[in-house]
Nanobody
Framework: QVQMVESGGGLVQAGGSLRLSCAAS????????MAWFRQAPGKERVFLAA????????SYLDSVKGRFTISRDDALNTVVLQMNGLKPEDTAVYYC????????????????????WGQGTQVTVSS
């Protein structure tokens, strides 16, 4: 049974940093794309960043470029989102996701491309 468990969320002041980790178990995702999304209350789930198998392709939402960095450690079957310069509008539940399919360029931001999701971790940024 595949499980994905996020950790690292919490409360931080504006301008601060958080490092989110997502540990997958039950299946290796070393050849698969992994991603981070977030969802604020009353809003749709939004793509943040994705990294392909082998880290050949990395994609970011424009508004987080330069502030967020996605990386993966295939030995640990883990994907990490380093978030710097956090803003109150970054407050949301953050989800990791993994796909077992080949995702074509330009489609990394579609939630339907991903097969497995974590339960989410809350990130709250105070002003």
């Amino acid at each position: 049974q595949v499980q994905m468990v996020e950790s690292g969320g919490g409360l931080v002041q504006a301008g601060g940093s958080l490092r989110l980790s997502c540990a997958a178990s039950g299946r290796s995702f070393s050849r698969d794309a992994m991603a981070w999304f977030r969802q604020a209350p009353g809003k749709e789930r939004v793509f943040l960043a994705a990294i392909s198998g082998g880290a050949h392709t990395i994609s970011y939402l424009d508004s987080v470029k330069g502030r967020f960095t996605i990386s993966r450690d295939d030995a640990l079957n883990t994907v990490v989102l380093q978030m710097n310069g956090l803003k109150p509008e970054d407050t949301a539940v953050y989800y990791c996701a993994a796909s077992t399919r080949l995702i074509r360029s330009g489609r990394y931001h579609y939630p339907d491309e991903y097969d497995y999701w974590g339960q989410g971790t809350q990130v709250t940024v105070s002003s």
